[in-house]
Each structure stands twice: as structure tokens, then as C-alpha cells.
């Protein structure tokens, strides 16, 4: 995150035009997202590595192979991201649904080594700020997956 930092202030010294990033497209921006609540703890377990992969599938309704192409393309965009709103910023025109079942599988990730982190917590408290979920819809996603793993 430090690098992404100082390459931002290089491009700010050296005139860059930061308004025109490259929109990330919004099936990448869900894996980033899934990506991001998986490494909020710094401790990436196969569990959630495997979660990760079944539940973008299932989201996005792609096979698993393309599932596991567009993580690995996730992860390297992920790891040099400097916020999560250059993910969200385009998802808020999902539908509703669309935006609680992204919210629900990133509780999904958090929980899938039987424990939620508060920073997972928190990354998926942000994500559903800034895509416009409303708190309680936040709530329920997180209660139906603790409730499905019981």
C-alpha cells in the first residue's frame, strides 16, 4: 500500500491526469472486492481462497476455470490498490439483489475459515457504504450466512 501511495504522489508531482484511470469492469471489480475482504487480515487461508473462487462463480454464473482466471487477475490489481471506492464506484448501478448477494459473499469469504476478523468487518462495512446497501440489508447478509454455517 506504501508503494501504491508514493507512485500516486509521483504522479501528482509529475502532471499525471489522474481523472482518467481505466475503469476496471464490474465483474473484475467483484473479485477485487472478494479479494480485498480475503487479505483485510493478512492471512489468506485455502478455505477462503476456495470460497472466493465457488462464490464469484456463482455470482457472476461462470465456470470455475474462468472463476479462478479472473481472481488471479483480481489479486494483482487488488494488491495495489490504494481504496476500495475504485471498486465500488461502479457498482453502485447494480440492482439491489445484485449488490446484497456481492455484500453476502463477502461475509461468505470472511467466514470461511470459521472466523470473522474485525478488518474483514470493516471491508465489508465500507464496500456496503459506499455501494449504497442499506445497514440493516448489511446486517441480514452477515445473520444468513453465520445462521447457514451452524
Known amino acids: 500500500m506504501l508503494n501504491s501511495i508514493s507512485t500516486l504522489f509521483k504522479q501528482l508531482v509529475e502532471g499525471h491526469d489522474l481523472s482518467k ?18 487479505s483485510a487480515d493478512h492471512n489468506i487461508s485455502d478455505t477462503e ?10 455470482l457472476l454464473d461462470i465456470d470455475g476455470a474462468q472463476a479462478a482466471e479472473l481472481l488471479a487477475r483480481a489479486r ?3 494488491s ?7 471498486f465500488t464506484s ?15 459473499s463477502m461475509w461468505e469469504v470472511a467466514n470461511a475459515d470459521g ?16 455501494i449504497y446497501v442499506d445497514h440493516s440489508e448489511f446486517i441480514r447478509a452477515k445473520l444468513q ?5 451452524e
Open 80 to 86: 495495489q490498490s490504494t481504496s476500495l471506492y475504485e
Open 115 to 130: 472466523v470473522i476478523d474485525p478488518l474483514e468487518d470493516a471491508v465489508i462495512r465500507k464496500t456496503a457504504e459506499l
Open 76 to 78: 494483482m490489481i487488488s
Open 21 to 38: 484511470r481505466d475503469n476496471t469492469d464490474p465483474n473484475l471489480a467483484m473479485a477485487c472486492l472478494l479479494c480485498e475482504v480475503a
Open 49 to 58: 481462497t476456495q470460497a472466493q473462487n465457488s462464490l464469484l462463480a456463482r
Open 90 to 104: 461502479q457498482l453502485r448501478e447494480l440492482s439491489q439483489v445484485a449488490r446484497f448477494d456481492l455484500i453476502k
Open 145 to 149: 450466512v453465520l445462521k447457514s454455517n
